[in-house]
């Protein structure tokens, strides 16, 4: 029973994933090492897909993740698993908030969640950055190879599109726009 599986699995990271859809990054890699469901290389796709459709990224990752499990029944199934957590929580969040707007308890509770939410957050852009700018394989080489294991094609792409993004402010879709013509155009 698949679609249960992934339902039940979506909806573990759903309860989880504070910080919005890259702090799902490691909970998808976990999950591709346990269940064979997708690769690790998957996620730089599904994080790539998800980028550059509508929507926020971590419910077309899970969709993206339960399609490829299991077709469009998978795919609807992951999607809910990871959304009904945060319904759930943001409904009984919204009734009782303002009996507790004032509690040290929250105060102190929301304090203890945000650098656990940082954490994950980082722990993901070191994922990005290694299946990005860093070819795969093994990440032990001795020092004079350590130049041979950086993509500098990815890198040279990165450094343009930071640049341009610090100097012209545009909307991002751009930069995701220019970075795919300049994938196809160097591949």
Request: charged share 10%; proline share 5%.
């Amino acid at each position: 029973m698949i679609y249960l599986h992934l339902f039940i699995e979506f909806l573990r990271i759903g309860v989880f994933a504070f910080g919005g859809g890259l702090a799902t990054l490691p909970f998808l890699y976990e999950l591709a090492g346990r269940t064979g469901w997708f690769t690790v290389e998957d996620v730089s796709f599904m994080i790539a897909l998800a980028e550059t459709t509508p929507g926020p990224i971590a419910v077309n990752m899970a969709t993206y993740a339960g399609f490829q499990a299991a077709g469009i029944l998978g795919g609807a199934m992951a999607t809910l698993g990871l959304t009904l957590p945060p319904i759930v929580i943001v409904g009984f969040v919204c009734k009782v908030i303002d009996r507790f707007r004032e509690s040290w308890q929250l105060g102190a509770g929301l304090e203890g969640v945000r650098p656990a939410v940082l954490a994950l957050i980082t722990l993901a852009l070191l994922m990005l950055v290694r299946m990005t700018l860093l070819h795969p394989g093994d990440f032990s080489p001795a020092v004079g190879e350590l130049a041979a294991m950086v993509n500098l094609r990815a890198l040279l792409l990165f450094g343009l599109a930071l640049a341009g993004m610090l100097k012209y402010k545009k909307h991002p879709a751009l930069y995701i726009g220019a970075g795919a013509v300049a994938g196809l155009l160097i591949a």
